[in-house]
């Protein structure tokens, strides 16, 4: 983010079908705002970092794969929110959409 910046700072992204990249780390960041703004499209979001059990047996951290409706995964409808006020949120997110034409706006402080 520029210095100086004012906050909050607004993304806007297109989420491809397969998972990738939605937003990129901030070590200074403090909140994100995650809305669906696709019309009639579901978003799955994940930070990059993710440790997925089978069972209750975790093998550790690795490279995180958005999944809807995945475990690990925040699924959004279209219009949904996800709100991160109180947690820290500094690492980077990838994302997924169920169909072509995913639309995802961020704000970020």
Do not use: H
Not at 86 to 104: D, E, M, R
């Amino acid at each position: 983010m520029a210095t100086g910046a004012l906050l909050p700072v607004a993304w806007g992204t297109t989420v491809n079908v397969t998972s990738g990249p939605v937003l990129p780390s901030n070590p200074s960041r403090t909140g994100l705002i995650f809305v669906n703004a696709s019309v009639g499209i579901a978003i799955a979001i994940c930070p990059v970092a993710l440790n997925s059990g089978v069972f209750g047996v975790y093998t550790g951290f690795a490279a995180s794969v958005a999944v809807i409706n995945g475990a690990g995964s925040i699924t959004m409808q279209p219009g949904d929110k996800f709100i991160i006020d109180n947690l820290n949120c500094t690492c980077a997110w990838n994302g997924i959409a169920g169909a072509a034409g995913g639309i995802l706006t961020i704000l970020e402080s």
